[in-house]
C-alpha cells in the first residue's frame, strides 16, 4: 500500500485496508518532500493497534521516534520526493527488505523499473511560500542530517 503523506496511510491501516503481509510505503515525508521529517508514530501505533506488528512492514523517507516499534524502516534516501526508490513502488508490488544487508529492492524486472524512473514526474511542493518553502529549498538529505547550513563554513 503506497501513499504520498501519512494521512491516507494511516486511515488505511485504521479502515482495515491494511492486511498481514502487506508493506506500507509512506513517501514524501522526507526533509524536502514534508518538508521536514514528520515522526511516523500515528501510523506505526496503529499497526500495532490492529495487531499487524508481527505482520506489516513500514517504509517511509520520514523518521521514526523512540516510541515507534515494529518492522519499520526509515529515513529511506534519496527521498520519494527527489526521484529516489519509494517513489517508483506501486500497488502491488513485491518490496524485498534485507535486514542483514540493510538493503531494499523493488521485486520488478530492470525493464520496469527503468520505464518507471522515465515517466517519474515530481510531485508539486506542499509548500510556495514561506519558512517551510525555504526549508524544502536548501535543506539537505537526511543521509546528510537534513541539515540547512552544510555549505556554511563555522
Not at 524485498?96 to 514526474?121: N, V
Not at 510556495?128 to 552544510?150: E, F, I, Q
Amino acid at each position: 500500500m503506497c501513499s504520498r503523506g501519512e494521512e491516507k496511510a494511516l486511515a488505511a491501516i485504521l479502515d482495515g485496508t491494511v492486511k498481514s503481509g502487506h508493506v506500507i510505503v509512506i513517501r514524501s515525508e522526507g526533509p524536502k518532500g514534508g518538508p521536514g521529517m514528520r515522526e511516523m508514530l500515528s501510523p506505526t501505533s496503529a499497526i500495532m493497534g490492529k495487531g499487524l506488528g508481527k505482520e506489516v512492514a513500514l517504509i517511509t523517507d520520514g523518521r521514526f521516534s523512540g516510541g515507534s516499534h515494529g518492522f519499520v524502516v526509515g529515513h529511506v534516501t534519496p527521498e520519494a520526493y527527489l526521484g529516489g526508490p519509494i517513489a517508483l513502488v506501486k500497488n502491488g508490488d513485491s518490496i524485498i527488505i534485507d535486514a542483514e544487508k540493510r538493503e531494499l529492492r523493488l521485486g520488478i524486472p530492470s525493464a520496469e523499473l527503468k520505464k518507471r524512473k522515465q515517466t517519474w514526474k515530481k510531485p508539486a511542493p506542499r509548500y510556495t511560500r514561506g519558512v517551510l518553502a525555504k526549508y524544502a529549498a536548501h535543506v539537505t538529505s537526511a543521509s546528510l542530517g537534513a541539515v540547512t547550513d552544510a555549505a556554511l563554513e563555522l
